[in-house]
């Protein structure tokens, strides 16, 4: 089985940042795209950075230049530098990485790791 598992996440004041980073235990073949979700408290989860394979980036409009991902497609790696960081961004924050082709697609989902920015 392919699990992936977040670290770095935690309690920070307005201002600060945070590196969470997930990796992958199991095989998988390399993925085609990562991203990080979030989904704070009341709100629906949404996609706030993407990373494919071949390094190209999206950002949520509102986290753009503050948020920056990272991964490693090979070690089926992705990380999420979060900097000035702000009450809002307070949530649970999810990895995400799929690939595969069409007779064996993969989608697999990290447990999510809480972020809570309070002063």
């Known amino acids: 089985h392919v699990h992936l598992v977040e670290s770095g996440g935690g309690l920070v004041q307005p201002g600060g940042s945070l590196r969470l980073s997930c990796e992958t235990s199991?095989?998988?073949?390399?993925?085609?795209?990562a991203s990080w979700y979030r989904q704070g408290p009341t709100k629906p989860r949404e996609l706030v950075a993407m990373?494919?394979?071949?390094?190209?980036?999206h950002y949520l409009y509102f986290v753009q230049g503050r948020f920056t991902i990272t991964g490693d497609n090979a070690k089926n790696s992705v990380d999420l530098q979060i900097n000035d960081l702000k009450p809002e961004d307070t949530a649970v924050y999810l990895c995400?990485?799929?690939?595969?082709?069409?007779?064996?697609?993969?989608?697999?989902w990290g447990q999510g790791i809480q972020v809570t920015v309070s002063s």
């Open positions: 199991g095989s998988a073949p390399p993925y085609i795209a």
């Open positions: 995400r990485i799929w690939g595969g082709n069409t007779s064996e697609p993969f989608d697999y």
């Open positions: 990373l494919t394979k071949d390094g190209v980036t």
